[in-house]
């Protein structure tokens, strides 16, 4: 009896050839910043593990597919590579636009060639996002549909806010922001998690019901960190003149962007659940 059943479509299907250039892309990114060297700041710590994360996982997708093992997996996979696809083009734009502007200097040929294929890397990401999203009308997981793709990109905004997190951690107004980002973040991440393991029809209530309600009460949240972050970040505390880029001001400057860049995301997929909940008559 075959272990495996290879199934070429995998490699041969729109979204196959797109996973390939995927992996050459990302490959080329990290091997050219890997040969420039390496620096020792959190910035440059994410945009290589942005590359080589999003390299391995589509290696690994592409081989569980091409050998057919991805079925007997117990989870939800379309739901996975779905949610990943718009993971690692969330991560590999952020690269693309953190990288060239913290660590090309003086024109370093290496480095610009490496955000090159970084900004190809995140296209060909997008592309398998547009070929892999549902359709209107379309039966599919809930990560393939715009609500599943914004609580990814709302767990993704966490992670940036996390990665620029330098404050005083004795100000308790901040403290409070720090929950409002860990709190939100977790919830995203379960609701991800078992959507992939195919925990939501476990639940004894209505999920859609749920998720609205935890949409609400994270708006209502980041509201209050939208309000509380920079009024205790920036009171009394201006640019220093010797700040080398990026300092910790500029740091806070980058949570309190992505804090309100959040909560609008937070604010249309409200919008979007209530819609679903409470506008559209079932099938």
């Known amino acids: 009896m075959a272990i495996v059943a290879v199934d070429y479509r995998a490699v041969t299907a729109p979204v196959g050839i797109v996973r390939f250039s995927e992996i050459f892309l990302a490959c080329v990114a990290f091997s050219l910043v890997a040969h420039v060297g390496h620096i020792a700041a959190s910035y ?3 945009c290589m593990f942005t590359w080589c994360f999003c390299f391995a996982v589509t290696v690994l997708i592409l081989l569980l597919e091409f050998t057919g093992l991805h079925a007997k997996i117990p989870i939800s996979w379309d739901d996975f590579t779905t949610a990943f696809a718009m993971l690692a083009t969330l991560m590999v734009f952020t690269a693309s636009i953190i990288y060239p502007s913290f660590y090309i200097h003086s024109h370093n ?4 060639a490496a955000t090159i294929m970084s900004i190809l890397c995140f296209t060909a990401y997008t592309a398998e996002v547009v070929l892999t999203r549902a359709k209107p009308g379309e039966i599919s997981g809930f990560l393939s549909t715009v609500p599943g793709l914004l609580k990814v990109l ?3 905004v966490a992670c940036i806010i996390f990665i620029s997190l330098s404050f005083d951690k004795h100000n308790a107004g901040l403290n409070w922001c720090v929950a ?9 991440l379960v609701i991800i998690v078992f959507t992939i393991c195919r925990l939501i029809a476990l639940f004894p ?3 859609d019901k749920v998720l609205t ?8 949240m980041y509201v209050t960190a939208a309000v509380i972050w920079p009024l205790y970040s920036f009171q009394n505390n201006p640019r220093p003149n010797k700040c080398p880029f990026p300092c910790t001001w500029d740091k806070l400057v980058v949570v309190t962007f992505m804090t309100y860049f959040n909560l609008i995301v937070y604010i249309v997929d409200t919008v979007y659940s209530v ?7 079932p099938a």
Do not use: H, K
């Open 213 to 220: 309600g935890y949409n609400i009460l994270a708006v209502l």
């Open 275 to 281: 819609r679903l909940v409470f506008f559209v008559s």
């Open 180 to 188: 409002v980002y860990s709190l939100c973040f977790i919830f995203a």
């Open 109 to 112: 040929s290496y480095a610009i």
């Open 44 to 46: 440059w710590a994410w």
């Open 205 to 207: 209530f209505s999920f």
């Open 154 to 156: 709302e767990a993704f």
